[in-house]
């Protein structure tokens, strides 16, 4: 609760009167601390507790109730406490502690501080800013002590109680203040208050949380008393937040985490009007790609594949549309995203460098609302319902391209037998049974479909489908059982002249059951435990012959199996107040499964027709080979003074699933392939350090973190393989060393007119393919730079409000460029001209950077209001900044031709428009 | 819409998939530009492929060149050999720089291995891996058909067609030699000389001898052209197009003939081949295949890390020629465009600065005569650039002797 929650606390006043709400309830309490005692009050009675831990003092509290009301339950189990509630209409109860209130909501939530000199006040601007407006015009004058005319004192002192009209109680902590005087107090717990005041005319305003607020007009001659006797204000407001995670930066033990809610990121400006996640963690250090149109994210020097990309906890693996200019995460339904590169937590497995942990929304169980976006690529819907009112409801969000509308409209012959087009679209069902269960549900399905010329089309989906079931024992016990599947595939479709049409396909097949479970053994020990099994089904390529004609004979690899099964147990634990370490350890354990066959190698030599052996047959379900071992996930923070930290972790993973690319960046016909035989799974041990500093609450944020990545078995491969279609995919694999290494440091600030961040990374990634024999070595057998190597890289976020509807949004981007393995010759052969590669990654192609700007108008800001509109205009690479992505020689008739592609090199504007209701 | 020019190289299947996005997108661009050499590393280039006909085989060695130099070094003075089975061997005599012809004929034959051996002029030894004889199937069929292609050109189609029963040969590479007639548009009695006392006026003068009307032009596959046939049930080739010449090509507007030549390809050498292809064709915009150090068959006998280019192929080969005339496929139409547009230009007789112009042009061989100008005697000829009025600079006024009208 502590570091998560966020108390959305429609709270009103204190005191209890008891009103007679809700049902009756029998209940038996005996010696039970007072936080299980409410926690059975909610259980039976059905009604939403609000209340931070912190009030709940340690005493124990006993007591039989028999067909009692709540209210009168809750009156006597609080009895001895300074605790008080409130029963809304809504069947919550809020429990207030009314002076400490002020202290859990941010020092500087409602406005300035005002430090009073003469008297200690607790100042509750809250209430005096709300309330002025409630007070009536008049205002009443009271006249003190008898005028003198030879007075000579200069001040008099004024005294007096303050009592509830309706309770009778005395009112504590009511601050009594004179207007534009630095004078103020606060009553005592016996509602006692003494003033100083200077002769004459003295504005005495007064104000404490659930009372009305008063003005008096006090003209005051000699010494005298005054008593407040004061009814109770019961002033809704529209909401208050608390933030329960603000202090998350510097406190959280688990290092190398971001975290972001996608709101926040709508001023981000745009690329071709697409509010974008992914590429929002992009500005953030440690997270980057090959380059603009690169699918893929490199996670601290990790590869594209190493990547555990997961919607509603089921995976996604490929994330991207159009070949990763747009991702294909709906903005609209997306609610926030974890992503872990530093400490994985012990229930995440099965890649080595990061989690991606992306939740959708739940849906609005009061009210049916919605969001739209019209975009010059696409257009956007978001739907949400209540299914059962404050029980269940359902979203649904849509995204579609009229980009196949666009190709067809342009004037250009080329591009008249082109299609292109997009679409995605998620649901999302929450339903509470109860207190103490609920269901969530999600489906997912994005699809991509490409035709360039009229002889082939191209196409790939993703679906996923995850229901979890989270479920509360008792105090201190919960967990969730999770089931998800996914699916990704893709197919492309030849019909061209000759007798060799196909019809080819890829498909690979997942399905997860995790039970995961918490218990709160006591204030210092939380543990998080249970067990996961993950069954994969690839069906590496088939083709097919399509039409009459065609000679093409069906083929089809046959299908691998695997079953990745995890047991994990992680503890959070407090050492003292500034000492806490989460300790985890996960034991990943996989089996290859038939049916299947093997191809044996000779061992120690190249894998290739001379060295084959054997053939050896597998059955179904026959274990093949098994891999696995203990993966520990440690982490641990030191705070060394109230707002900054220091954080180690180490971290080490298991891979067994690995992308087969022989291209340099990600290309949608990469295929995953599941560890085998002659396939070993990558490993990688992480090590990181931090320091982690809030300035002013979490106005600023500054983090600078530092790592050191080893890994093992990455897959590479021998230049030139096939990889498609290919039934001894092992001749054709490299595996090899990596290392990796970086700093990375982020600056935030979250508030004011001006905000933003600013990150720089320094990060090197670097492989190492090494063998006795030449065809497996690259670079002679030395490290060598990753092909997402990029040394600096620095982002720049800032967004500035001129008032609370315009604002301005500027994103800056520089970057080392990329790796590239560039000729050191040309040579002639067979007539043409050819280049003469050597070394792998030699050189690099220019430096990145890019500006982006964005100015954002939104529409009125009525609460209450039935639309809100928000427009958005953006120009990506205002530079128009030329930025290479790749250098590639092409032989055309004989001569060789050199030639430097970019994306985006002109500047490119968008106007979007957003709408919610 | 904006598109950066030079992205007119011929895709592949796979590459051309994503080509159109910028394109479409309005966003991204190729661009051609020239590239510089960072650091040049100098290697051997060995061009081999053996064939099972009898007849002198030819070797050629080369070097590799900087971006910056116009074409590559021959490497000369070298010994090269080719022994059979380890024990016969075959030598080879240096023609011309860099072609090594054998001494005498022979062929490769079945059941045997070859391999190559070289001992370039300072010393150094390369070798390749023994080779055999891969497959024994033939073409069976060559053919034209006019056809509209993937781009929606019109034009002729050559195919070729190809069976073995012992389903032994599957992979094909495929290279040929085309020879094509061509008139000149602007042949004419008169050239143009210098005058022999000096002055900037060039005199007429009958046609010299050496020009041509009509020349017959050669030209080689500078493509890797390969098919297999690994995923079809039999070993059949069909309408495999190994050429496609648009209609606007004036290569067939007289008469024109290919000689297609087919080598089966071993497994390693067909996977030589393709890589080298892909590496060299159109890249996509968004995924580039990873490039590197392609190794063939050859390497350097004492330093394994000195890199050596190329293959030694042995294979078996079967050619076919075939002749036709544009008429036969587009009867009526009008002829493709010559292969210049032949402007008459009448270029002043000095430049202002003083100095001859169309003299120097002349004395360059750049220009003939086309006929006289009404401009003036500053101007006193119409001229047109020489490949109007000499064929000669496309090809030879040799008929061949394979030449069949």
């Known amino acids: 609760m502590r570091y998560y929650v966020r108390l959305f606390v429609f709270f009103m006043g204190l005191l209890t009167m008891a009103q007679e709400k809700g049902p009756t309830i029998s209940l038996e309490l005996h010696e039970v601390p007072l936080r299980e005692a409410l926690e059975k009050v909610a259980e039976?009675?059905?009604?939403?507790?609000?209340?931070?831990?912190?009030?709940?003092?340690?005493?124990?509290?006993?007591g039989s109730y028999r067909n009692a009301p709540v209210d009168q339950i809750l009156e006597d189990i609080l009895k001895n406490t300074v605790l008080n509630f409130y029963i809304t209409d809504s069947q919550q109860v809020v429990l207030t502690r009314n002076s400490i209130i002020y202290d859990q909501l941010p020092a500087d939530f409602f406005g300035r501080q005002e430090e009073q000199t003469v008297a200690q006040v607790r100042n509750a601007p809250i209430l005096l800013n709300e309330v002025r407006s409630l007070s009536g015009p008049s205002i009443e004058t009271i006249r003190i002590g008898k005028e003198r005319s030879n007075t000579t004192a200069a001040r008099f002192t004024l005294s007096g109680y303050a009592t509830n009209t309706v309770t009778g109680r005395p009112i504590s902590e009511m601050a009594i203040v004179v207007r534009d005087r630095n004078i103020g107090t606060a009553t005592d717990e016996n509602g006692y208050y003494e003033l100083q005041l200077p002769l004459g005319m003295n504005i005495l305003e007064s104000s404490a949380l659930g009372i009305e607020p008063t003005v008096k007009k006090v003209i005051i001659y000699n010494n005298g008393t005054y008593d407040y006797d004061l009814g109770e204000s019961l002033e809704m407001l529209d909401e208050v937040v608390l933030e329960g995670d603000r202090n998350r930066n510097v406190e959280q033990a688990v290092t190398g985490i971001t975290t972001f809610e996608v709101e926040n990121i709508k001023n981000i400006p745009l690329?071709?009007?697409?509010?974008?996640?992914?590429?929002?963690?992009?500005?953030?250090p440690g997270i980057s790609t090959a380059g603009e149109g690169s699918a893929g994210y490199n996670v601290r020097g990790g590869a594209t594949d190493q990547n555990l990309i997961l919607l509603d906890d089921a995976v996604i693996y490929n994330p991207a549309h159009f070949f990763g200019i747009f991702s294909a995460l709906n903005p609209f339904t997306t609610g926030t995203v974890n992503i872990y590169k530093g400490s994985i937590p012990a229930d995440y497995g099965g890649r080595l460098s990061s989690v991606f942990d992306i939740t959708t929304k739940d849906a609005n169980t009061q009210k049916f609302s919605g969001e739209a976006s019209i975009g010059p690529v696409?257009?956007?819907?978001?739907?949400?319902?209540?299914?059962?009112?404050?029980?269940?409801?359902?979203?649904?969000?849509?995204?579609?391209?009229?980009?196949?509308?666009?190709?067809?409209?342009?004037?250009?012959?080329?591009?008249?037998?082109?299609?292109?087009?997009?679409?995605?679209?998620?649901?999302?069902?929450n339903h509470a049974i109860n207190a103490n269960n609920d269901i969530k549900a999600t489906a997912y399905f994005s699809k991509d479909i490409f035709s360039i010329t009229s002889d082939s089309v191209f196409d790939y989906s993703n679906r996923l489908f995850s229901l979890k079931w989270n479920h509360k024992f008792n105090d201190g016990n919960t967990g969730s059982l999770l089931l998800s599947n996914s699916e990704y595939r893709f197919n492309i479709d030849y019909d061209g002249d000759s007798n060799n049409d196909f019809d080819l396909g890829y498909k690979v097949n997942e399905t997860e059951f995790k039970l995961k479970l918490k218990k709160i053994l006591n204030d210092s020990h939380t543990l998080d435990y249970g067990l996961s099994g993950k069954l994969y089904l690839v069906s590496p390529g088939n083709i097919d012959p399509q039409g009459s004609e065609s000679q093409v004979s069906p083929l089809s690899i046959p299908q691998e199996k695997g079953l990745e099964s995890a047991l994990f147990i992680s503890d959070s634990y407090n050492l003292s107040d500034k000492w806490s370490v989460n300790a985890g350890i996960r034991y990943s354990l996989y089996a290859s499964l038939g049916r299947s066959e093997q191809r044996i190698y000779e061992e120690g030599v190249p894998k290739n027709d001379g060295s084959f052996q054997e053939t050896r047959e597998y059955g179904n379900n026959e274990v093949v080979e098994t891999y696995g071992g203990p993966e520990f996930r440690l982490s641990t923070r030191y705070f060394i003074a109230p707002e900054l930290s220091i954080k180690a972790g180490y971290n080490n993973t298991y891979q067994y699933i690995h992308t087969l690319s022989s291209n340099t960046t990600v290309s949608p016909t990469d295929t995953w392939k599941l560890s085998d035989i002659n396939i070993k799974p990558q490993e990688a041990r992480q090590y990181s350090l931090g320091l982690f500093k809030n300035i002013d609450g979490n106005t600023y944020e500054l983090s600078l973190e530092g790592y050191y990545k080893q890994s093992k078995n990455i897959l590479d491969y021998k230049v030139g393989a096939q990889l498609l279609l290919n039934e001894e995919i092992e001749t054709e694999v490299l595996q090899g060393d990596g290392k990796a290494y970086g700093v990375e440091l982020l600056i935030k600030k979250n508030e004011g007119r001006l905000n933003g961040w600013l990150g720089y990374t320094y990060s090197r990634a670097f492989i190492k393919l090494d063998s006795e024999f030449p065809e497996e070595t690259v670079n002679n057998g030395a490290y060598f730079p990753a092909n997402y190597d990029k040394p600096h890289d620095i982002s720049v976020v800032a967004n500035y409000k001129f008032t609370k509807r315009m604002s301005v949004s500027a994103n800056f981007v520089y970057q080392t460029g990329r790796p590239v393995t560039y000729p050191i010759g040309q040579y002639e052969y067979e007539n043409a001209q050819y280049v003469y590669y050597s070394d792998r990654n030699r050189y690099r192609i220019p430096d990145y950077y890019r500006l982006d700007l964005s100015f954002n108008m939104e529409g009125n800001h009525k609460i209450k209001k039935f639309a809100h509109s928000f427009w958005n205009f953006s120009i990506y690479n205002v530079l128009g900044r030329n930025n290479p992505y790749s250098v590639f020689f092409v032989t055309d008739n004989g001569s060789l031709k050199a030639y430097q592609s970019s994306i985006f090199s002109i500047p490119v504007p968008t106007l979007t428009y957003n709408f919610k209701f | 819409m904006i598109i950066c020019n030079g992205y007119g190289y011929v895709p592949q299947v796979f590459g051309r998939l994503v080509r159109f996005l910028f394109v479409a997108l309005f966003i991204g661009c190729v661009e051609e530009f020239t590239p510089r050499t960072l650091e040049f590393g100098s290697a051997l280039v060995i061009e081999a492929t053996l064939t099972d006909q009898l007849g002198p085989q030819t070797i050629f060695l080369s070097r590799t060149y900087p971006f910056e130099e116009e074409g590559p070094e021959a490497e000369s003075g070298a010994q090269v050999t080719v022994v059979d089975e380890g024990s016969v061997e075959h030598s080879f005599g240096e023609t011309e720089p860099g072609t090594y012809v054998s001494v005498g004929d022979f062929a490769a034959e079945v059941g045997h291995t070859y391999r190559l051996s070289v001992r370039t002029s300072d010393g150094r030894e390369y070798s390749s891996s023994a080779e055999a004889l891969s497959g024994t199937g033939g073409m069976d069929a060559l053919y034209a058909e006019r056809l509209t292609d993937d781009q929606g050109r019109e034009g002729i189609g050559i195919f070729v067609d190809a069976y073995d029963a012992t389903a032994s040969s599957r992979q094909y590479r495929y290279r040929?030699?085309?020879?094509?007639?061509?008139?000149?548009?602007?042949?004419?009695?008169?050239?143009?000389?210098?005058?022999?006392?000096?002055?900037?006026?060039?005199?007429?003068?009958?046609?010299?001898?050496?020009?041509?009307?009509?020349?017959?032009?050669?030209?080689?596959?500078?493509?890797?052209?390969?098919?297999?046939?690994?995923?079809?049930?039999?070993?059949?080739?069909?309408?495999?197009?190994?050429?496609?010449?648009?209609?606007?090509?004036y290569i067939i507007s007289y008469r024109y003939s290919i000689l297609v030549r087919q080598y089966v390809q071993s497994d390693a050498a067909y996977g030589y081949y393709e890589t080298l292809r892909d590496f060299s064709g159109s890249e996509s915009l968004f995924s580039e295949t990873q490039p590197g150090f392609l190794s063939g068959n050859v390497f350097s006998t004492a330093n394994g890390e000195e890199r050596v280019l190329g293959y030694f192929g042995?294979?078996?080969?079967?050619?076919?020629?075939?002749?036709?005339?544009?008429?036969?496929?587009?009867?009526?139409?009008?002829?493709?465009?010559?292969?210049?547009?032949?402007?008459?230009i009448?270029?002043?007789?000095?430049?202002?600065?003083?100095?001859?112009?169309?003299?120097?042009?002349?004395?360059?061989?750049?220009?003939?005569?086309?006929?006289?100008?009404?401009?003036?005697?500053?101007?006193?000829?119409?001229?047109?650039p020489r490949v109007c009025g000499d064929c000669t600079v496309l090809g030879s006024k040799e008929t061949p002797e394979f030449w069949i009208e």
């Open chain 2, 346 to 384: 009448a270029f002043q007789l000095e430049l202002i600065g003083g100095g001859c112009n169309l003299l120097t042009l002349i004395e360059a061989d750049l220009v003939r005569y086309k006929r006289d100008s009404d401009l003036g005697p500053s101007r006193p000829y119409f001229t047109v």
């Open chain 2, 314 to 344: 042995v294979s078996a080969a079967s050619g076919r020629r075939l002749f036709l005339n544009y008429d036969d496929f587009f009867p009526g139409e009008p002829l493709p465009p010559y292969v210049d547009p032949c402007d008459e």
């Open chain 2, 176 to 249: 040929y030699e085309e020879t094509y007639k061509v008139v000149a548009p602007d042949y004419n009695r008169t050239d143009l000389i210098a005058d022999p006392d000096g002055g900037c006026e060039p005199l007429k003068a009958p046609r010299r001898e050496s020009d041509g009307e009509t020349c017959y032009a050669s030209a080689g596959s500078n493509s890797i052209i390969l098919t297999n046939t690994n995923g079809l049930a039999e070993d059949r080739v069909e309408r495999f197009m190994v050429r496609f010449i648009p209609m606007d090509n």
């Open chain 1, 271 to 284: 690329v071709l009007g697409e509010r974008d996640i992914l590429k929002a963690a992009l500005t953030l």
């Open chain 1, 44 to 62: 039976v009675s059905g009604f939403d507790f609000f209340y931070i831990d912190e009030w709940l003092e340690a005493s124990t509290i006993s």
């Open chain 1, 378 to 429: 696409t257009s956007n819907l978001m739907l949400e319902s209540p299914i059962i009112k404050d029980k269940s409801a359902l979203i649904v969000g849509g995204r579609a391209t009229y980009s196949d509308w666009i190709l067809q409209s342009l004037d250009e012959e080329s591009l008249q037998n082109s299609k292109a087009s997009f679409y995605d679209v998620v649901a999302k069902y």
